[in-house]
């Protein structure tokens, strides 16, 4: 355990005043505590509108405090989803130092209060307030525009990713049902088999299909990697499906959805593009772009994604940070003798930590020293 980061925020929290504050969509609820975690007075609550950042919050304020320094008061704010962030910003620019605390901490300071586990917006402002004190948070800090830009863009990549995986989910379970048999002449997850699925689906559909008419197009789609040998041996395995037999109606209901998921499918291909085009060009602007590229297996996609999580490469100092970062540093579990089985504490940033271990899989069998350092964690 590194206890000299705890001590060194808890030297800087000394004899300061902690606002403590559990965000919420409608209402933030705050509590003023002073070194000892004592209260100067009953938490209260201001709207998350113009108003209440500008006005309600500093009135209420005013009432307990002389005067409200930004040399001598902090402002803590839990974490949680995005209520956070316009809040961060405002208190950030009016030039207060704003403490960010994890959900993680204000969850396992509940208890120690009252012995309960009982969650109020009171209690939650209190508990982060209290965390702030004994050091368990991070510093609130704005990055540069393009440092921004780029991870904006690594998150709009992460979700439309996610929504690519479901949509081919929902092609390949709709063939399942009615013909299933045509994963076994053609992989469904290939650009032949979404083009013939615009036009047929049933297996009736495929056998009544114009061979010769078909060839011409899947062959200029898949550049000559399928044809009329492919189209005869989808009909063949046509003539016995074990796929349901559908009437008309909802023949048509089927084919409408299976065209809606390849419409979306093929959107979802193009954004994906044009967001990871802009991001490369943002990351090739970074130091780091070329030097992650040089490795044999790292491509510009994977260099472009790792710069954009990082945010601020040069605030790591050491590849232990960036492994704790991501939540891939290893959980212990020693007492005396025993040492138990260790276990990746998966406590940090799941995108960055997914993009390591896709590095990883790339590099480990052109880089001997990362396959190496690969083989030791696999034990």
Same mark, same amino acid.
């Given at each position: 355990?590194?206890?000299?980061?705890?001590?060194?925020?808890?030297?800087?929290?000394?004899?300061?005043?902690?606002?403590?504050?559990?965000?919420?969509?409608?209402?933030?609820?705050?509590?003023?505590?002073?070194?000892?975690?004592?209260?100067?007075?009953?938490?209260?609550?201001?709207?998350?509108?113009?108003?209440?950042?500008?006005?309600?919050?500093?009135?209420?304020?005013?009432?307990?405090? +002389?005067?409200?320094?930004?040399?001598?008061?902090?402002?803590?704010?839990?974490?949680?989803?995005?209520?956070?962030?316009?809040?961060?910003?405002?208190?950030?620019?009016?030039?207060?130092?704003?403490?960010?605390?994890?959900?993680?901490?204000?969850?396992?300071?509940?208890?120690?209060?009252?012995?309960?586990?009982?969650?109020?917006?009171?209690?939650?402002?209190?508990?982060?307030?209290?965390?702030?004190?004994?050091?368990?948070?991070?510093?609130?800090?704005?990055?540069?525009?393009?440092?921004?830009?780029?991870?904006?863009?690594?998150?709009?990549?992460? +979700?439309?990713?996610?929504?690519?995986?479901?949509?081919?989910?929902?092609?390949?379970?709709?063939?399942?049902?009615?013909?299933?048999?045509?994963?076994?002449?053609?992989?469904?997850?290939?650009?032949?088999?979404?083009?013939?699925?615009?036009?047929?689906?049933?297996?009736?559909?495929?056998?009544?299909?114009?061979?010769?008419?078909?060839?011409?197009?899947?062959?200029?789609?898949?550049?000559?990697?399928?044809?009329?040998?492919?189209?005869?041996?989808?009909?063949?395995?046509?003539?016995?499906?074990?796929?349901?037999?559908?009437?008309?109606?909802?023949?048509?209901?089927?084919?409408?959805?299976?065209?809606?998921?390849?419409?979306?499918?093929?959107?979802?291909?193009?954004?994906?593009?044009?967001?990871?085009?802009?991001?490369?060009?943002?990351?090739?602007?970074?130091?780091?772009?070329?030097?992650?590229?040089?490795?044999?297996?790292?491509?510009?996609?994977?260099?472009?994604?790792?710069?954009?999580?990082?945010?601020?490469?040069?605030?790591?100092?050491?590849?232990?940070?960036?492994?704790?970062?991501?939540?891939?540093?290893?959980?212990?579990?020693?007492?005396?003798?025993?040492?138990?089985?260790?276990?990746?504490?998966?406590?940090?940033?799941?995108?960055?930590?997914?993009?390591?271990?896709?590095?990883?899989?790339?590099? +480990?069998?052109?880089?001997?020293?990362?396959?190496?350092?690969?083989?030791?964690?696999?034990?």
């Amino acid at each position: 355990m590194n206890t000299k980061v705890i001590v060194e925020k808890r030297h800087f929290v000394h004899n300061k005043i902690i606002i403590g504050i559990d965000p919420a969509k409608h209402n933030h609820q705050a509590i003023v505590i002073n070194e000892l975690g004592i209260p100067y007075c009953k938490s209260f609550s201001f709207n998350n509108t113009f108003k209440g950042f500008n006005e309600e919050l500093w009135l209420k304020l005013a009432k307990v405090l +002389k005067e409200i320094d930004p040399q001598k008061v902090v402002f803590a704010v839990e974490i949680s989803i995005n209520l956070w962030q316009k809040l961060c910003y405002f208190l950030n620019n009016k030039g207060f130092t704003v403490l960010m605390v994890s959900p993680l901490y204000t969850k396992h300071e509940r208890p120690k209060m009252d012995n309960t586990y009982s969650k109020t917006d009171p209690k939650d402002s209190l508990a982060v307030a209290n965390c702030a004190r004994q050091g368990y948070f991070n510093f609130y800090k704005e990055y540069s525009n393009a440092s921004d830009a780029m991870h904006r863009l690594s998150i709009t990549y992460d +979700k439309l990713k996610k929504h690519m995986a479901q949509t081919k989910q929902r092609i390949r379970s709709q063939v399942e049902l009615i013909f299933p048999e045509l994963q076994s002449a053609v992989d469904i997850d290939t650009d032949t088999a979404r083009e013939l699925l615009r036009r047929y689906l049933a297996p009736t559909e495929f056998l009544n299909m114009n061979l010769y008419s078909e060839t011409i197009i899947i062959e200029k789609v898949s550049q000559k990697q399928h044809g009329l040998k492919t189209l005869k041996l989808i009909q063949d395995v046509a003539v016995n499906s074990i796929g349901i037999s559908v009437s008309d109606d909802l023949l048509f209901a089927e084919k409408l959805t299976m065209l809606t998921w390849l419409n979306q499918y093929q959107l979802l291909k193009e954004q994906m593009k044009l967001v990871l085009d802009n991001l490369i060009e943002l990351a090739e602007q970074s130091s780091l772009f070329p030097i992650l590229t040089s490795l044999k297996g790292i491509s510009g996609i994977t260099a472009s994604r790792f710069i954009a999580e990082l945010r601020d490469p040069m605030l790591f100092t050491n590849y232990k940070q960036i492994e704790t970062f991501a939540g891939i540093s290893l959980k212990l579990s020693q007492s005396g003798k025993f040492t138990g089985y260790r276990r990746i504490t998966h406590i940090g940033n799941h995108r960055l930590r997914a993009i390591i271990y896709t590095m990883t899989e790339e590099t +480990k069998n052109h880089v001997p020293e990362i396959r190496i350092r690969y083989l030791k964690r696999q034990m």
